[in-house]
């Protein structure tokens, strides 16, 4: 089993000494932002020097989040960085309704037969309250998480508590589509490294998978959270086995039941081990 992404990290397209920087942080994914962090006036210097970057395959994946889809500019980012060899992924932001993906997805495998994995960022009460029916909108659609920024000032949320059902809501649909468990949304303040590790603690108990980056320095704070413990590793390897070892249903001298539920449980478990 290939283990999953656990860090996600975002680097502005506008600059490319930080995007080297970021493709050489030991990420899992680079997510160059073509969005949020680039200014009005250097959208397309940004468009440019990332198509540029992404001619040749990088050392690690790279994913392009583009602009807003309902804006001017999407339609030029994609035409721009889709199909090129350097592309993993791109992520869609502000998405509201399953019929943007499809859109996206028909767009790009018209243009050269096939559509890239597509991300798609939800980011306002509409976008959760659809949040099944975009991660199930087409196959090219890989995977679903939330921008938590624009969704607090959306729902006018203070306490983060109160972001707590749309994050089940987003990851309850990304599994009932079938796609990975969504990572979580960034953690804004880059020096609040205890902050970062209780927050992605919280976020390992609703079912978050890995973290966004904004910053290097967050990456390792991400995985030591996400990565199994050395009691959840022996109890994966004693679970795996016992199902190896044994046919049929039984108990662990601890009480655990084994079924299939608990045996792919332990090998996903074990597949985050090669982390370590």
């Known amino acids: 089993m290939t283990a999953p992404p656990l860090t996600w990290l975002y680097a502005p397209g506008d600059r490319p000494q930080v995007v080297a920087k970021a493709l050489a942080a030991d990420a899992d994914v680079v997510v160059i932002d073509l969005e949020d962090a680039v200014a009005p006036d250097r959208k397309e210097y940004a468009r440019t020097a990332t198509a540029e970057l992404l001619t ?146 919280h976020g390992r108990t609703l079912g978050f998978l890995g973290r966004a980056a904004i910053h290097p320095r967050q990456l390792p704070v991400i995985e030591r959270a996400y990565l199994p413990t050395e009691r959840e590793l022996e109890e994966a390897e004693t679970i795996i086995k016992a199902a190896t070892t044994n046919q049929g249903a039984q108990a662990l001298p601890n009480g655990t039941f084994i079924d299939a539920a608990v045996v792919a449980t332990a090998q996903r478990t074990l597949s985050l081990a090669r982390r370590t």
């Open 56 to 201: 040749e395959p990088q050392p690690v994946p790279v994913h392009v989040r583009v602009n807003a889809l309902d804006g001017p500019l999407a339609a030029a980012d994609l035409k721009a960085v889709a199909g090129l060899p350097g592309l993993c992924g791109l992520r869609l932001p502000k998405v509201t309704s399953p019929e943007q993906i499809i859109h996206v997805a028909d767009q790009l495998a018209l243009a050269d037969g096939g559509a890239p994995p597509l991300y798609a960022l939800l980011e306002t009460a509409l976008a959760v309250e659809h949040a099944h029916a975009i991660a199930s909108a087409h196959s090219a659609l890989r995977g679903i998480s939330l921008g938590e920024a624009d969704l607090r000032a959306d729902l006018g949320v203070r306490d983060d508590a109160g972001l707590d059902w749309s994050r089940s809501r987003v990851i309850v649909a990304a599994r009932a589509a079938g796609l990975a468990p969504p990572p979580q949304s960034v953690h804004p303040d880059i020096r609040d490294l205890e902050g970062l590790t209780a927050t992605c603690a």
